[in-house]
């Protein structure tokens, strides 16, 4: 007993997995003292701001600088014509398309940019951009993907007719791509054999990540010594080292990437925009440090929406509901250029988790890349790449197969489930499921809210409104989705080449305290608490004495960075595995030390002990004075460790999720009575951080169901540009949440850990969006798209004859 | 969202001010809390190159109830409407609306005087200086006049007041009876998607008086004189609330937004006024 | 440019500005107070929020020239010289911030909030923190932070008395 509660209390004082370290971050940014990119200053700083395109699809007649250069502070005016002869007037996407830096010739969408200004100072740079005179022609306007398949309108004109683009065969001059996936003949005829059918179009409406803290950079080219510094909002530091050195022809060596602390990503951060390049071209003209920093605006309308898939779905079933095939036909609308962040061979992402949690025998997806006058991007806003849209489709196709079938939703889930016993579970589509019990999860959620209470509730209130008793419906929001993050294998997934592996390099110093560097990149997710969590249970060293660093690409370890969940399940394992090799190492002296064979020492907490006498030990604090104290006879001095983590799968994270919704028919008003959100990551690193991801991702959820959309109208006007229209609840539209948790360790990763932050996204939109759906079941409602607004709320009610 | 360049006047006089005002004509624009208009200097949607501050005018602060005449300074921020206890007295619709007027820190810089001058018909302080049949204090060269919220504007946000004139409070009636100020929005800081005012009175187990008006449902302010008349004479009951909808109907003219299409927003004036003035009439 | 003086943080501080120069870009360019943020431009978010004259206001939509002769406290004013406010200890205790970048905003206004109604209910911490928009806790922490400030305070109150 002695024994065990020693070994409790030496656990304890390191601060290890699984408990709720408050966060070492918190000091600084209570106090003012983050350092956020706009915090960042230089002496002689310039700033830049963009001339951009007020209209979706024009001509460029001309552009006249003259007056801007006459603006008092303006410095420089660049445009296309000045970003040629260095080959920079476009620049590659991360999805093998190229996208124009500065307008070449036309815009084609409203918010492109057209012209940079550098002047002294953000208010001159803002009245030389007022200055210079663009002359457009309007041409026409295309914002509907399915108009833009059969339009003669040609949107790219710069790339050559019938070429093949970077996925293969376009079938016409505004097709991206096809890219398909599963077996199609045979789901198309289980789908014919089917005893049940059911069919709909699943629409995704367009967002915007829209983190607080816009994107921007501080572009810094020291000619003295030929280096360049980038500091940025960057959650992919290293590549984007990597894209400025292919790009500019300086050498990799002599850039240095700087993220600092990052007020929010939610994928808005990864990929490479304009601002970048001509912040990097204009410090290297100027010979000065040149900033830029969007504001709100721009950022709504040019960097990084996310979403705009139409998905149409058929799903098949027999009679008492076993699920036999799901088919899905994506049109999805990548806007003016295909800038999706994705891995490379996989341009509509993940989307092909869409079989969710279910045992699907027959199934297949087929992607249509289509362009549009709209703002490129498509990337994973808070989940990992198009797995939100792949669980909101299957979430949907759920409920409408429950209404055809008459079937309980929540039963029809249970009884197609993959069960317990089938992990490793491959899907039809492919993916190798690692680990689940979707049973267990499901049956504590159902218990934890009364569900069959609350169908009682909800049947009675459809009894009392039909009576005229009450104008507000009840709807219960079921969702059980099955993520896949941790992109990811480097046999089939890369970023521009770059293999999607991440990095620890961790070192012990003498007094055994340590730091450890990583590929990755927090915005907000904690990593210096939790990977030094992960570290101190490995190496037996107190959290509180590991500093952990990310985001300096000179000190850090190669990394592809922080999005699509992949830090814990991938930069997560590197530290696990950095930490064992300081272990193995550590092992090896403390048996020297202790005077007996390697194999006669066992770990235990935070020390070696030779086994069968415990009292005869060295902690792994002994053994780092050791390290660099005294010669240790075939052993090299210090103690170091780097680990790149090729992860061998991807994660498979899941959950329950309940929400209950009251909803005012006679305005389209909603109110969340209750949610429940039951979340399996697999090892729990930091509870408290979990849960805080949970609501964070719920209430980014809400947001997207409930009113978020970047919308265009006709002629391709951004109609949602400020925090006026985009809608991001306050404290008072957003609920308290409850959440729980199951714990399914993932086999293959070190920790068993497999990663949160995007799960609450994932499953929170299909969970909110459902219980619009579910308070009109009874009325006959099938399928209404989001965003749930106040208006088409009302219009729903109105449609269905509930207005009387 | 960088404003243009200007030259930035404190007057510590309303002539002062005033004076000021003559001499830059179109080119000058009055600031108090300059919530409204520093958005749209910032957008470059609004190019002003004299910009006056009115915050050293103390004759425009001040909240007073005397003689059954409220008197609010231009100055009065809506912060200040929601903690005054007289005006709860005299007028608890004020604070009602202000509540729902933007957030804390918005409400603590926003004016009164700001919310009902500069015309944009999504302020909610307009429909309710109607609601209450206010008169604008407007001081310019030629002396001081005062035109009632009724007849105060004229189409977005183009009023009565002369370019060279200044708001400087608003005056109205010590109101007694029931009130109610309901309003529909889409989150916290939204305008409203429709919104009414009502303030009636009650004789016998009838309404007596009634006056409606709502917001961002025209270009204007819409002071509905047939819904109130639809009230008149009633026990408020279904019927007579119908008959109110119907009327106010007449006298709006809602446009599409993001908000919604023109029928939602009429359904939702319906809505909106409906409860109103069944909260109203509980409160008579 | 025209001559101001504000009282920062308790400090007199005479400064030139431009008129036009939004009191955001004065606190965060001119003062090297750069723990208010800018988040929106319009006046939604409240990352901007400081402390002008016994109110909170939202930075970004106040001229610096507004403020001449004003006392203004930003998050670096809100520690005291024994160590940090309870309102930052409490966000840390609670796990009310993640990127931290409304988190100086957050603590601003709940600073205020807490002056102006020491014992407030959920709902009025929500209503009172309802010009603050947050992306990454879903508020349900900051709310339990700043009820958790308010507890300690009251209690260190009554300990003194």
Redesign the interface.
Same mark, same amino acid.
Request: charged share 25%.
């Given at each position: 007993m002695k024994d065990f509660e020693d070994r409790e209390q030496r656990t304890a004082a390191l601060k290890g997995l699984g408990c709720s370290r408050k966060r070492v971050e918190d000091a600084r940014f209570t106090q003012g003292k983050g350092n956020y990119i706009d915090d960042v200053t230089l002496p002689g700083m310039l700033f830049g701001d963009f001339v951009r395109s007020p209209h979706a699809h024009a001509r460029i007649k001309s552009i006249d600088t003259e007056a801007a250069m006459k603006v008092p502070g303006v410095v420089a005016v660049l445009t296309a014509a000045d970003l040629e002869p260095l080959g920079l007037h476009w620049m590659p996407t991360l999805a093998g398309d190229k996208q124009m830096v500065l307008a070449d010739g036309k815009v084609l969408f409203q918010g492109q940019e057209v012209a940079y200004v550098v002047a002294e100072d953000?208010?001159a740079?803002?009245?030389g951009v007022?200055a210079v005179e663009v002359e457009y022609e309007d041409l026409e306007v295309i914002t509907d993907p399915f108009k833009s398949l059969e339009s003669d309108v040609v949107l790219r004109e710069d790339l050559e007719a019938g070429a093949d683009g970077a996925h293969g065969p376009r079938r016409h001059h505004n097709h991206i791509f096809l890219w398909e996936e599963g077996d199609k003949d045979a789901t198309a005829q289980a789908i014919g054999e089917a005893e049940v059918v059911a069919e709909e179009m699943v629409y995704y409406h367009r967002t915007h990540p829209c983190p607080l803290e816009t994107c921007g950079c501080v572009a810094s080219m020291d000619k003295i010594n030929g280096k360049l510094t980038l500091w940025g909002t960057f959650q992919a530091p290293h590549v984007v080292r990597t894209v400025a050195s292919l790009l500019s022809g300086i050498e990799e060596h002599n850039i240095r990437v700087i993220s600092p602390d990052i007020g929010g990503g939610f994928g808005n951060k990864v990929g490479v925009y304009p601002g970048y390049i001509c912040s990097i071209v204009a410090s290297i003209v100027t010979g000065k440090p040149v900033k830029w920093v969007e504001?709100?605006?721009d950022n709504l309308m040019s960097t990084a929406f996310a979403r705009d898939y139409w998905m149409k779905g058929k799903i098949a079933a027999t009679k008492e509901g076993k699920i036999t095939a799901l088919d899905c036909h994506v049109t999805a609308d990548h806007g003016a250029f295909d800038a999706c962040a994705d891995p490379t061979k996989f341009p509509a992402g993940f989307f092909h988790i869409c079989t969710g949690s279910y045992d699907i025998p027959a199934a297949y997806v087929g992607v249509d890349g289509v362009y549009t006058n709209k703002a490129p991007g498509g990337v994973a806003y808070r989940c990992s790449f198009r797995v939100t849209e792949a669980a909101y489709f299957i979430e949907r196709m759920i409920e409408i197969l429950a209404i055809e079938l008459g079937m309980d939703a929540a039963e029809l889930r249970r009884i197609n489930f993959i069960k317990p016993e089938q992990f490793p579970y491959t899907s039809a589509l492919g993916w190798e499921y690692d680990s689940g019990d979707y049973h267990t999860a499901w049956d504590k959620a159902l218990k934890a809210v009364d569900y069959d209470g609350l169908r009682r509730e909800q049947a009675e209130r459809v009894e009392a409104f039909r009576r005229g008793e009450t104008r507000k419906l009840l709807g219960i929001g079921l969702t059980h989705f099955t993520e896949i993050v941790g992109a990811g294998p480097v046999k089939n997934c890369d970023i521009l080449g770059m293999g999607m592996f991440d990095s620890c390099e961790i070192r012990i110093h003498p007094t055994g305290s340590a730091i450890a560097r990583l590929g990755t990149i927090s915005q907000g997710q904690g990593h210096a608490t939790t990977f030094a969590q992960i570290l101190a249970s490995e190496v037996g060293l107190p959290a509180d004495s590991i500093t952990i660093e990310e985001g300096d690409t000179d000190t850090a370890p190669y990394g592809l960075g922080t999005y699509g969940s992949r830090s814990t399940p991938v930069a997560g394992a590197a530290t696990a595995m950095a930490g064992r090799k300081i272990r193995a190492k550590a092992q090896m002296i403390a048996a020297y030390l202790l005077e007996v064979h390697d194999d006669d020492v066992e770990w235990d907490v935070d020390r070696f002990v030779v086994k069968g006498a415990p009292e005869r030990f060295k902690t792994m604090k002994d053994v780092a004075y050791a390290a660099y104290n005294q010669p240790i006879p075939g052993v090299e001095p210090g103690l170091e460790a780097v680990s790149y983590y090729d992860p061998p799968n991807m994660t498979y994270p899941f959950g329950a999720y309940i929400c209950v919704m009251e909803i005012d028919v006679?305005?389209?008003?909603w109110e969340v009575r209750q949610f429940y959100a039951l979340d399996d990551c697999g090892t729990r690193i930091n509870p408290m951080v979990i849960e805080g991801q949970v609501h964070g991702g719920l209430t980014e959820a809400l947001a997207i169901a409930m009113?978020q959309e970047i919308?265009y109208d006709k002629i391709g006007n951004v109609?949602?540009g400020t925090?006026?229209?985009f809608?991001l609840?306050?404290?008072?539209?957003t609920p308290n949440y409850t959440s729980d948790y199951t714990e399914t360790p993932s086999p293959h990763h070190p920790i068993g850990a497999k990663g949160v932050g995007e799960s609450p996204n994932v499953g929170g939109v299909p969970a909110f969006s459902n219980a619009v759906h579910d308070a009109f079941r009874a009325f006959g409602l099938r399928q209404s798209h989001m965003p749930h607004?106040?208006?088409r709320i009302?219009?729903t009610a109105?449609n269905l004859g509930l207005?009387g | 969202?960088?404003?243009?360049?200007?030259?930035?006047y404190?007057p510590q006089s309303v002539p002062e001010a005033v004076s000021l005002l003559g001499t830059h004509g179109d080119d000058a624009r009055v600031?108090a809390g300059?919530?409204s208009l520093?958005?749209m200097?910032?957008?470059?949607m609004a190019d002003v190159p004299h910009?006056i501050?009115l #915050?050293g005018l103390s004759d425009l602060s001040g909240i007073s109830v005397e003689d059954g005449q409220v008197r609010l300074g231009a100055l009065v921020t809506q912060?200040e409407i929601v903690s005054s206890d007289a005006l709860a007295q005299a007028a608890p619709i004020l604070r009602e609306t202000a509540m729902l007027i933007?957030?804390?820190?918005?409400r603590?810089?926003g004016t009164v005087g700001g919310n009902v001058a500069n015309g944009d018909p999504g302020n909610d302080m307009p429909a309710l200086m109607q609601c209450l049949d206010a008169e604008f204090d407007l001081v310019g060269p030629g002396g001081a006049r005062a035109v009632k919220a009724r007849d105060f504007y004229i189409a977005a946000y183009m009023t009565e007041r002369e370019d060279d004139e200044i708001l400087t409070g608003m005056r109205f009636a010590v109101q007694t009876g029931g009130w109610a100020y309901e309003k #529909?929005k889409?989150?916290?800081?939204?305008?409203a998607?429709a919104a009414a005012a009502v303030q009636l009175t009650k004789e016998g187990g009838k309404v007596a008086t009634a006056a409606i008006a709502m917001t961002n449902l025209s270009d204007v302010p819409a002071f509905s004189e047939a819904a109130g008349a639809a009230l008149i004479g009633t026990d408020c009951d279904d019927a007579a609330i119908k008959a109110a909808v119907d009327a106010m109907q007449g006298d709006i003219e809602p446009s599409e937004d993001?908000?919604?299409?023109v029928e939602?927003k009429r359904?939702?004036a319906g809505?909106m006024l409906s409860r109103a003035v069944k909260r109203a009439w509980s409160r008579a | 440019m025209?001559e101001i003086t504000l009282t920062v943080n308790g400090e007199a501080r005479t400064i030139e500005v431009?008129?036009?120069e939004?009191l955001i870009h004065t606190l965060r360019e001119r003062l090297n107070l750069t723990g208010a943020h800018i988040g929106c431009?319009?006046?939604?978010c409240?990352a901007c929020?400081v402390d002008l004259g016994g109110?909170?206001?939202?930075s970004c939509?106040?001229?610096a020239?507004?403020a001449?002769g004003a006392e203004i406290t930003t998050i670096e004013g809100v520690a005291t010289p024994e160590g940090m406010h309870v309102l930052q200890e409490m966000f840390r205790e609670h796990h009310g911030l993640q990127c931290g970048f409304c988190t100086p905003g957050m603590i601003t206004?709940a600073w205020r909030?807490l002056q102006d109604n020491p014992n407030p209910s959920e709902e009025e911490v929500r209503?009172?923190?309802?010009?603050n928009l947050c992306r990454c806790t879903g508020y349900q922490n900051i709310v339990k932070a700043v009820l958790a400030a308010a507890d300690e305070m009251n209690a260190a109150k009554e300990a003194a008395q």
């Open positions: 953000r208010y740079a803002a009245d007022e504001d709100r605006m006679d305005t389209g008003e009113g919308a109609k949602t925090l006026m229209d809608f609840p306050t404290t008072w539209e607004d106040h208006w009302w219009k109105n207005h | 969202m960088i404003p243009g360049a200007f030259e930035y404190r600031v300059g919530h520093i958005p200097m910032k957008l470059r910009l501050d #915050q912060s933007a957030d804390p820190q918005v603590n810089m #529909q889409r989150k916290i800081g939204d305008y998607t993001n908000r919604g299409p939602f359904h939702v809505v | 025209t431009d008129p036009r939004l431009e319009t006046s939604h409240g929020t109110k909170s206001v939202k939509t106040v001229f020239v507004q001449e206004r909030l209503f009172g923190m309802s010009g």
